[in-house]
């Protein structure tokens, strides 16, 4: 009822499991339906019976597949519940797996992420740990790990005392943004990455927008009177570039003597450099209070609401003391499970796993994606500096920037914009799709190249 192609990017597992959600969404399969056996689909399929295991596993922690023990596996029932489409003469354009947009908008997280086997198994082991007395700060075995973590990927030598979890970056900049006092003038890159300066606001201090260019912050055009200043050093705006050595020296003597806090976000860097990326502000600053916030949702998965801020000993009992009145957000058992993986070297692999995944990625870009940009109408299309896989795209007028943002819309896609108008270009980040989602971004831009021709 459906094939796989070996000649695909798409790992075969993927392209499986995509396959048995397409015969429901056509109609083939029901709400109900006993599947083939695993045995019996590989047969079919001509792979081997762990490949089709893979797929199935995936799809029972979807909720997609029931299985229980002594009977067949079959189509969830509660799919019927929750209106599960079937064949229709006009049906609507689909809009992504399971009814989403795919969005290219730049994330924070990356393709390739932990496995579903591997958290369950970190999972358990925690559980079955002896229950231990709730650090507010963090689980000591978490911050230790944290600690080993950061040395051999950033090079950042920290004590595990001068960590403190939180709940993700977005949780970790509120708790700095609370630790620091009121009333607070904070800068932000402009245009920098939208996510974290929402956060500002909502905490009762003021954003102050900042102006960069290609190197990243201008230094000498920043405010003086900033009491801190959230920078991406690692990860610039775009196209996710590095800030050069100079600047950085320039800046943290700018924030030694006017006394401004810097916090740095440091998300994505192990996973978007192919070589080692340039070291942390933290790492070099001698005089300039600099703070860390780091996330796992990059290394481990966008779903898991867990992350850090390093800071030196003075600041990080600060921040331990405001986290001890709001409460620890993330349980002791996430904890445990994270640390886990990091320890166990889960994160290391898994890192190296991805910096594969994005070389095809950025083959199938060169080969397919930006020609058939090219024949929408792009003038100028620039490559991410780091991994190839993020593209700045730029059109000769709105009016054909517009047409590519429709036509994609058409096919259930949506992308970034360049700065806050509507001509300034489209962004649109590849690394942090998953497989089945990046081959329906390929299919739908190689629609174009084969309309062409």
Not at 67 to 74: E, K, L, S
């Amino acid at each position: 009822m459906f094939s796989v192609d070996r000649s695909l990017p798409s790992p075969l597992p993927v392209q499986i499991a995509a396959g048995m959600r397409g015969l429901v969404s056509t109609g083939q399969l029901s709400a109900g339906d006993t599947v083939a056996s695993t045995r019996e689909l590989a047969r079919q399929l001509g792979v081997s019976r762990g490949t089709v295991v893979s797929a199935y596993d995936q799809l029972l922690s979807e909720g997609f597949l029931l299985a229980t023990q002594g009977a067949p596996t079959r189509i969830h029932p509660d799919l019927a519940r929750a209106g599960s489409p079937g064949p229709a003469a006009h049906a609507p354009r689909p809009r992504g797996r399971a009814g989403r947009v795919v969005s290219l908008k730049p994330s924070s997280g990356h393709a390739g992420t932990i496995r579903p086997a591997a958290w369950r198994r970190a999972w358990r082991e925690a559980a079955a740990e002896p229950a231990a007395r709730v650090d507010k700060a963090g689980q000591p075995e978490l911050r230790t790990a944290i600690a080993s973590h950061l040395l051999l990927a950033r090079g950042l030598a920290v004590d595990a005392g001068d960590v403190v979890v939180t709940g993700g970056s977005r949780e970790g900049l509120l708790l700095i943004l609370m630790s620091l006092g009121r009333s607070l003038r904070v800068g932000v890159e402009d245009p920098g990455h939208p996510g974290l300066r929402r956060v500002i606001p909502v905490a009762g201090h003021t954003p102050v927008t900042c102006r960069t260019d290609a190197g990243g912050l201008v230094v000498s055009a920043l405010p003086a009177d900033l009491d801190a200043l959230l920078v991406t050093p690692s990860h610039l705006y775009p196209l996710g570039g590095s800030m050069p050595a100079p600047r950085r020296a320039e800046l943290l003597d700018w924030a030694a003597r006017t006394g401004c806090v810097l916090i740095e976000d440091d998300f994505n860097t192990e996973l978007r450099y192919r070589v080692s990326p340039q070291p942390t502000l933290a790492t070099l600053a001698s005089e300039a209070r600099v703070l860390t916030l780091g996330t796992f949702s990059t290394l481990l998965s966008t779903q898991l609401s867990a992350g850090y801020v390093v800071a030196g000993q003075a600041m990080a009992a600060t921040l331990r003391g405001t986290r001890e009145v709001l409460g620890m957000p993330v349980s002791p058992v996430t904890q445990r499970a994270i640390a886990n993986l990091l320890d166990g070297g889960y994160v290391r692999r898994n890192t190296r796993a991805v910096h594969s995944r994005l070389a095809r990625r950025r083959e199938v870009l060169g080969d397919a994606i930006c020609p058939a940009l090219e024949a929408l109408g792009a003038t100028a299309i620039e490559k991410d500096a780091s991994t190839g896989v993020d593209l700045a795209v730029r059109f000769p007028m709105p009016a054909a920037e517009e047409r590519v943002v429709d036509w994609l819309a058409g096919r259930g896609i949506e992308c970034g914009r360049i700065g806050a108008s509507e001509s300034g270009g489209l962004i649109m980040s590849f690394a942090h799709l998953d497989d089945d989602d990046f081959e329906r971004v390929h299919r739908a831009f190689a629609s174009v190249s084969t309309h062409r021709s």
